[in-house]
T-cell receptor
Framework: QQQVKQSPQSLIVQKGGISIINCAYENTAFDYFPWYQQFPGKGPALLIAIRPDVSEKKEGRFTISFNKSAKQFSLHIMDSQPGDSATYFCAASVASSGDKIIFGKGTRLHILP | KAGVTQTPRYLIKTRGQQVTLSCSPISGHRSVSWYQQTPGQGLQFLFEYFSETQRNKGNFPGRFSGRQFSNSRSEMNVSTLELGDSALYLC????????????FGPGTRLTVL
């Protein structure tokens, strides 16, 4: 049973545009929602994360929007750059249950120069 | 600080063999988790070790096992390899279990022939 659904599978955005990736979860016990960025040949790297007590978190060009009632959250990348081209994973975990992370299937983002 | 290191980086085995992968966490990190990454299934949690004890386990058969040593280094073992075990195996470490912030290594690419 897939507990975190991510869309789209792939995304092409013009340089300078806004990239938007959406995720939905089922388990209401989740209390930590990180986003990871992965480049080819590398392991995933934590990009930004949010807890359900806030509706938005911004770090530089990256923003997470969180809708607890809809059980949805999204990543917005403003002013997208070719260097942002990577695979992005949304994820969720229950902090009291340790470090077990449930990942979405990933979105391959390509920024056109 | 050095990041998470995994050895070997690449491995080729044949069906029926067994394999041991190694992970050295970031210095001071006490929790180590393992994930399997495949194109079809994405990133799937295998298990987590904290203070030499398995704290969490994913939905994988008993052929997959792991352990953690007193210096927090971890190993995972896969016995009786199957073709479907071909994957990128990723190790992640965190300061304390449930802290949320996990740092991933580059992974070990296992190919089963």
């Amino acid at each position: 049973q897939q507990q975190v659904k991510q869309s789209p599978q792939s995304l092409i955005v013009q340089k300078g545009g806004i990239s938007i990736i959406n995720c939905a979860y089922e388990n209401t016990a989740f209390d930590y929602f990180p986003w990871y960025q992965q480049f080819p040949g590398k392991g995933p790297a934590l990009l930004i994360a949010i807890r359900p007590d806030v509706s938005e978190k911004k770090e530089g060009r990256f923003t997470i929007s969180f809708n607890k009632s809809a059980k949805q959250f999204s990543l917005h990348i403003m002013d997208s750059q070719p260097g942002d081209s990577a695979t992005y994973f949304c994820a969720a975990s229950v902090a009291s249950s340790g470090d077990k992370i449930i990942f979405g299937k990933g979105t391959r983002l390509h920024i056109l120069p | 600080k050095a990041g998470v290191t995994q050895t070997p980086r690449y491995l080729i085995k044949t069906r029926g063999q067994q394999v041991t992968l190694s992970c050295s966490p970031i210095s001071g990190h006490r929790s180590v988790s393992w994930y399997q990454q495949t194109p079809g299934q994405g990133l799937q949690f295998l298990f987590e070790y904290f203070s030499e004890t398995q704290r969490n386990k994913g939905n994988f058969p008993g052929r997959f096992s792991g352990r953690q040593f007193s210096n927090s280094r971890s190993e995972m073992n896969v016995s009786t390899l199957e073709l479907g075990d071909s994957a990128l195996y990723l190790c992640a470490s965190s300061l304390e279990t449930g802290s949320g912030t996990q740092y991933f290594g580059p992974g070990t690419r296992l190919t089963v022939l």
